[in-house]
């Protein structure tokens, strides 16, 4: 209590200096006088948690609060010191935030041996209660940082920082990995809490929220974050493994073991995590007792908690914010200042927010969604496999009609055959992979289409007759109307005759060499166009007229006949 009679009065003699500071520069222009109020503004308040990084539950989005994280981290005595960011995840209601204050007890005691507090010194700093909803959203850091003077003599600025617990009824897959990937890309000691045991699954999220947090990272380095502290909350088992860091090593030791006889996924674990930390440990820490489990009242004060929790809790937290145990933030072997971790913030919080990275799943959903693209892939494959036998490479041409045919009969059994494969995800979410099969399948089908009508071979002269075709018709009304003193009309016309025998030996030289493909495309699309729009609508007409003026002839001549013999009958 004396200890933070003295914090208290500090910090009042710092603001009536900020204040005369403020005084004093406001005379000198209005610019600067807003710097100090920047640098004096975390002095006018109790410190408190601070929110950096808002949730927001609706979108399930994530917000930097630049302005906020600015005023601590910018601060004039600090700004340009090199930072300690020693954060606390891991589950929701494990108990993060009550540890945290205790690690603001040991700060704010200056490494008194009596830092652990009065026995019925209630507990306060980051907010937490008991029950089973969760407390903190997003990430807080807290508003004062500490600035210590290491062994050597260098001064270092120490953060701490609570972060939303992970795995509540709110969260999905993607926020969890967002706030845990944030705090350990941005600290430099990340405390992972644990309740009773390292479990199979905690160790599997452990993989997936670094590699998410690596894949956020401009540069991947050899080993891309720094400590790993992994704090087992709540052992049972100090019979088998004692409580601390030397019994949480060998129990560590044991569960990252990398055996031949493991199968390859529990192996890739392992080394993945030991391929991400460049240091790692573990801590076992007992049970705090009954009454902080059970009484809904419990404030902290230490009368209501075991003894055997306190005396590894002070064994607990100077390991971590001792003086001579303090880790500075690194990022690619340089050491980051507070000016320098506000930018990369700013850099990180984009890269979330962006639609750069793939979206974290639970397992379920992953294992729904590939065992769905395994069907479709099955599927296709014996759509594609059925079609090559009857269109393919070696095959001739079959007509249209046909080939539509045999196209749908080999669709609904593929469609048929997906649907009889067990598959996970429910029925609709099953059918949006349908629906992928039947889109996947009409694209190959329409190239099967294209391929088919390659072998027509009128359907491959086509370019060439509608480009010969083109020049035939130009000649002769260039000379028509040459010959009937239209001169310009005549010009055009050979010039456009010109172009139409350009493009058909341009045509044939691309067909023969196989360079120049786009040209040709082009060539293509364009005689196309002219066949379907111009040529193809008037040959019909031509056609039609002759039929039906065959068709005429043929009647009349039937009825001429029909009359000379009614005559010669008559005659006769």
């Known amino acids: 209590q004396n200890k933070m009679a003295e914090g208290n009065a500090k910090r009042s003699r710092l603001q009536v200096n900020c204040n005369k500071e403020m005084n004093h520069i406001y005379s000198e222009g209005e610019s600067q006088m807003e710097d100090v109020l920047v640098n004096s503004e975390v002095f006018t308040d109790e410190p408190h948690p601070v929110q950096i990084v808002l949730a927001h539950e609706d979108d399930h989005d994530f917000e930097l609060d630049e302005k906020a994280l600015e005023q601590v981290l910018l601060q004039k005595h600090i700004r340009d010191l090199n930072i ?14 009550f540890l945290l204050d205790f690690m603001l007890r040991y700060m704010y005691s200056k490494n008194s041996s009596t830092w652990i507090g009065g026995i019925n010194e209630p507990l306060t700093g980051f907010t937490w209660r008991g029950g089973c909803e969760r407390e903190t959203t997003g990430i807080q850091i807290w508003s004062e940082v500490f600035v210590v003077e290491k062994p050597n003599g260098t001064k270092v600025a120490v953060l701490l920082m609570d972060t939303q617990g992970a795995f509540d009824s709110q969260s999905t897959i993607k926020d969890c990995a967002t706030v845990f990937a944030l705090s350990t890309m941005t600290s430099s000691v990340q405390v992972y809490n644990l309740s009773q045991n390292i479990q199979e699954d905690d160790l599997q999220h452990l993989q997936l929220f670094t590699e998410y947090g690596r894949l956020a990272m401009e540069e991947v380095y050899q080993k891309p974050f720094q400590t790993l502290m992994l704090l087992i909350r709540d052992w049972s088992y100090p019979y088998e493994h004692q409580y601390g860091l030397e019994g949480g090593r060998k129990f560590l030791e044991k569960r990252l073991q990398v055996k031949q006889n493991q199968h390859e996924e529990l192996q890739n674990v392992r080394k993945h995590i030991h391929s991400c930390f460049s240091n790692l440990g573990c801590f076992l820490l007992p049970h705090p007792g009954l009454k902080v489990a059970t009484n809904p009242s419990f404030d902290g004060r230490l009368i209501d908690i075991d003894e055997d929790f306190k005396k590894e809790l002070q064994n607990l937290v100077p390991l971590l914010l001792a003086p001579g145990k303090l880790v500075e933030k690194e990022i690619g072997g340089s050491k980051l200042t507070c000016r320098d971790l506000v930018e ?35 599927s296709k494959d014996t759509y594609s496999k059925s079609m090559e036998l009857i269109c393919g490479g070696d095959k001739p041409y079959i007509a249209p009609s046909d080939l539509e045919r045999k196209h749908q009969d080999l669709k609904e059994s593929s469609i048929k055959h ?38 027509n071979i009128f359907y ?20 028509l109307t040459g010959f009937i003193g239209l001169n310009s009309i005549s010009s055009l016309c050979n010039l456009i005759m010109g172009v139409a025998l350009l493009s058909l030996c341009t045509w044939a030289y691309i067909k023969y060499s196989g360079e120049f493909r786009e040209i040709g495309t082009i ?3 364009v005689a196309e166009t002219l066949w ?40 006769d």
């Open 84 to 97: 300690v960011v020693v954060s606390v995840a891991g589950a929701f209601r494990k108990g993060k935030s």
């Open 532 to 571: 379907e729009q111009v040529l193809k609508p008037l040959s019909d007409n031509v056609m039609e007229d002759n039929i039906r003026q065959t068709v005429r002839n043929s009647i009349k001549a039937g009825l001429t006949e029909q009359v000379s013999q009614h005559a010669r009958l008559k005659t």
């Open 523 to 525: 060539i293509d699309q």
């Open 460 to 479: 491959a002269a086509r370019t060439p007759a509608t480009l010969f075709a083109v020049m035939f018709a130009m000649y002769i009304i260039s000379g």
């Open 344 to 378: 990369y913030f700013k850099a990180y919080i984009k890269i979330y927010q962006g639609e750069e990275l793939p979206h974290p799943k639970s397992m379920l959903q992953a294992t729904a969604e590939a065992n769905n693209l395994a069907a479709v892939a099955v």
């Open 418 to 455: 997906f649907r009889s494969v067990k598959k996970m995800g429910g029925e609709d979410f099953c059918r949006r992979y349908q629906d992928q099969l039947e889109a996947e399948i009409e694209e190959i089908y329409a190239n099967f289409v294209k391929h088919n009508d390659g072998k």
